[in-house]
Structures are given as structure tokens and as C-alpha cells.
């Protein structure tokens, strides 16, 4: 009783100190509205800096959070790509800052127009536990690059990276330019119900909705990263050796604990034997084993491993065909498994799977694999593995995912110089690169005229000759 009495005060006083953050840097924005590029260069700078320097405590942090993750994979999927993100938005902010000519139609002129691009004011980021340092620095990167104040509330599955990451970013920042939030759920909705300028959320549908209301009523615009069943097309006539080798990279890395993971594969029937198969194979020449193996990522948390477990065996309830890729798991290193006869019923058709689970769909004729995936919510990722080029086009044509891959997974993630985001269920708006500068930026349309003023000419009263003109030159 007196812990529980104790969470709820310190609960409280975190969520009373989150009005004064935003406060302080509500002001600090409005003293500095419009940050030279050299300035926003500096910042992003300094952050490069601080995650080279510090990257072998982060990557100590993140495996420590998760009872093991490999160095090398934090450096492949969060350290590396935060980087090259950084150093990419650093070359062209000022490219990116520079208002943009507009064309003046004959009727309005003489008169220019452009483009400016003004920060928002102050954004705000809420940061998932699976990539907790990717997840926040590159919403970070963008908002920095278009002159914002910004407040992160970290994940808190992940206490050590979190707690890391607001002491690192304490070191270069001020808190009225960059903060972090830790706390609890009730922290979380406190955050989502301040009057950002923006809102990024990166997260499961389910909260994404609350966030979304949450933010409705400050009218506060949202970008919303939520994942969803992300498929894999086998083709008819692919090696399965190759699309094989590539779903298994994309479903191991982070034990599938990966927003765009491939979560289902659709596979040609008379090709799922060979699949399962090749898949096995691919699975295990990563990971010989999983016995004290450094290489393979557990599961966040015993919650996370119950409810991957509980799809399990509802599946196998059901009637569903267990495959398990390795005889057992290790504390929470959770085997790969692959899962055969699946049908709607199963919890594991019907959420987002975010683990080492792998349903098997099977399909007569590629229309079938279409209709299956235009039967369900938008996915954020689509993968389709086949070299047939006119078929790769009706893939491109005839769905609808936030991104997509043809012949690999999860790498379109990783590139800069295109949008991420999510469609319909799975999200809503883009980041990263350009359009990550573009989603923390206000396009302001800037008409301007001088001295002399063509527009007097149909100024009322009506009726006059010169209007008549005008409106016999201009409406055809």
C-alpha cells in the first residue's frame, strides 16, 4: 500500500514537471523562432558526436534492456543508420531551408510568391522499446533540422537505454532545446494530451488510436508509425534459396521484434514444403543454435515472451502445425518457429505477431495473394520476392502498403532519401530525410506585392468596363 502511494506521487510530480518543460520550451522557441542553419548544423553535430563517442554504452544499454542483444546488430540497425540519418539531414539543411519560388498567375500580377519553411514550435516524440535509439533519434534529426524544441518520452520496457540516452542528451542540450521524459504509462498519456506543435508516434495500433484522441483535443497535428501484419509474396518462380535467406534475415533481426518484420508469408501451395525448408536452413546457418549463442536477440520482457507463447498455443488449438527451428529456447531467446494450417481464427492471424513467429499462408494464383492482402487493413511494409518484372509491377499497382520491398526486407527503412510511414491502419504521415524536414516544418505561402497595385481594377463597385475585360480575358 505505502509503495503503491509512493508510484502515484512520484507519478504525479513527473507529470506536473512535464506543464513546466513544455513551458520553458514553448518560451525558448519564441525567443529563437527561426534558427540560423548554422545553429540547427551545430546541433546535429553535436548529437553525431555524442552516439559515436558513447555507442559502446548504448549498445551495453539496449542488450541490458533486452537480456541479450548482439553489438553488432544495435550497430547495424540503430547506431549506424541514426548516423548516416544525421549526416545526411547536416549536408542539405540548407537546401532545405531555402524558401521555394512559386508561379504568379497573369491576372495577379505584378507580385511574387514563395514557400517558407518556419519551424513548428515545440514537438513532440514517443519512443517505442524495440529500437529505443533509432526510434528516437531520427524524428529527433528532423525536428533539430527544422529549427523545433523537442520533447522525447522514452519507452519505459527499456529503463537503461532510456535513462542513458537522457543523460547523454543532457550533456549537449539544454532541456528548453531537447529533453527526455521517463515514467510510466500514466506519464505516456500525460505527454500525448500536451499541446504540441507536432506529434510523433511510433507504436502498436491500439495506443496509437488513444494517442490520436488524446492529441484530437488540442487539435494537435500527429504522424503515427504503427505497424500492422506486414506480408512476404513468394513467387511462383522464384529461387526459394533467395527469398528464403532474405525473409529470414528480416524475421530474425531483433527476434522479429521489428515494426516492418515480414509477419506472414504468402507462398505458392505446391512450393510451401520447399519453402519451410529453405527457411529452416537459412535460420539456422545464423544461428547454429541458440544455447548461449551472443548473435540472438531475446524477447523485451516476460510479458512479451507470454503473449508470443499464448499465440502459440492458441494456434495449436485450433489446428494449426508447429515448426519449431530449434529443439528449445534460453531464458527468453525464443525459437523461430514456423506455423502451418493457419486459418482467421488464430490470435496470431489477427494481431501483429513482433516476435520469432512465422504463419504460412498458402495460394493457387497470384491474384489469390493480392485479394488476401486487399482483404485486410493496410500493412506499413509489404516484401515480394520474384524476378518477373511485369509481375513486380501488379504488386506495386494492385496493393497498398506504407513501403515496399521487391526481392528484400526491412532495408527501405534504412534509406534517407525516402519517406517512411504508414497508410491507413498502419499510420499516418512521413519522416526521415526531405520529408522528415518537410513533417516538422510549417510550408508557409508567402504572397507579396510593392508599391504599384493591379488589383484595384476589380475592386468594387461592380459593373465597371475594366472588370467586364477581366473577366472576358481571365474566365474562358
Request: net charge neutral; proline share 6%.
Amino acid at each position: 500500500m505505502v509503495a503503491d502511494i509512493a508510484y502515484l506521487q512520484h507519478s504525479q510530480q513527473q507529470i506536473t514537471q512535464l506543464d513546466d518543460l513544455f513551458s520553458r520550451q514553448r518560451a525558448a522557441f519564441r525567443a529563437n523562432p527561426m534558427p540560423a542553419a548554422e545553429q540547427r548544423m551545430q546541433w546535429l553535430n553535436a548529437l553525431r558526436e555524442l552516439l559515436l563517442s558513447e555507442q559502446a554504452a548504448l549498445i551495453q544499454a539496449i542488450s541490458q534492456d533486452f537480456s541479450n542483444r548482439a553489438a553488432e546488430e544495435t550497430l547495424l540497425a540503430e547506431i549506424m543508420p541514426s548516423v548516416q540519418g544525421i549526416h545526411y539531414a547536416h549536408k542539405r539543411i540548407k537546401k532545405w531551408m531555402k524558401p521555394s519560388r512559386r508561379a504568379v498567375g497573369l491576372a495577379f500580377q505584378p507580385a511574387s510568391a514563395k514557400v517558407v519553411y518556419q519551424p513548428l514550435g515545440v514537438v513532440g516524440v514517443i519512443v517505442p522499446w524495440n529500437y529505443p535509439l533509432f526510434l528516437a533519434v531520427g524524428p529527433l534529426v528532423g525536428a533539430l533540422a527544422a529549427g523545433n524544441r523537442v520533447m522525447i518520452k522514452m519507452s519505459e520496457s527499456t529503463p537503461a537505454t532510456s535513462q542513458l540516452f537522457k543523460d547523454l542528451l543532457a550533456r549537449i542540450f539544454p532541456e528548453d532545446l531537447v529533453a527526455v521524459v521517463l515514467g510510466e504509462a500514466e506519464v505516456g498519456m500525460a505527454f500525448s494530451k500536451l499541446p504540441f506543435d507536432h506529434l510523433l508516434f511510433t507504436g502498436a495500433t491500439s495506443i496509437g488510436k488513444h494517442v490520436m484522441r488524446a492529441a484530437a483535443e488540442n487539435l494537435t497535428p500527429v504522424t503515427l508509425e504503427l505497424g500492422g501484419k506486414s506480408p512476404a509474396i513468394v513467387s511462383a518462380e522464384v529461387p526459394l534459396s533467395d527469398a528464403a535467406e532474405r525473409i529470414a534475415f528480416g524475421k530474425t533481426m531483433n527476434a522479429g521484434q521489428t515494426c516492418v518484420a515480414p509477419d506472414y508469408v504468402l507462398v505458392p501451395k505446391d512450393r510451401v514444403e520447399g519453402f519451410v525448408a529453405a527457411y529452416r536452413q537459412a535460420v539456422q546457418s545464423f544461428y547454429p543454435t541458440l544455447k548461449d549463442n551472443p548473435d540472438y536477440t531475446a524477447i523485451i520482457n516476460e510479458r512479451q515472451l507470454q503473449r508470443l507463447q499464448s499465440y502459440l498455443s492458441d494456434a495449436e488449438s485450433k489446428g494449426a502445425k508447429l515448426i519449431p527451428l530449434f529443439a528449445e529456447g534460453q531464458g527468453r531467446r525464443m525459437p523461430q518457429t514456423v506455423l502451418l494450417n493457419v486459418s482467421d481464427e488464430m490470435k496470431i492471424m489477427q494481431d501483429e505477431i513482433f516476435g520469432p513467429l512465422l504463419p504460412i499462408v498458402p495460394y493457387e494464383r497470384i491474384e489469390e495473394a493480392f485479394a488476401y492482402i486487399n482483404d485486410r487493413p493496410r500493412p506499413l511494409a509489404l516484401y515480394y520476392f520474384g524476378y518477373n518484372k511485369g509481375e513486380q509491377q501488379r504488386v506495386l499497382h494492385e496493393t497498398h502498403a506504407g513501403g515496399v520491398c521487391l526481392n528484400d526486407t526491412l532495408l527501405h527503412v534504412a534509406q534517407d532519401d525516402m519517406p517512411f510511414g504508414g497508410v491507413g491502419p498502419s499510420g499516418m504521415g512521413h519522416y526521415h530525410g526531405h520529408e522528415g524536414f518537410l513533417t516538422f516544418s510549417k510550408a508557409k505561402g508567402v504572397f507579396i506585392k510593392q508599391r504599384f497595385n493591379a488589383a484595384k481594377l476589380i475592386y468594387p463597385p461592380y459593373g465597371k468596363a475594366l472588370q467586364k475585360l477581366v473577366y472576358k480575358l481571365f474566365i474562358r
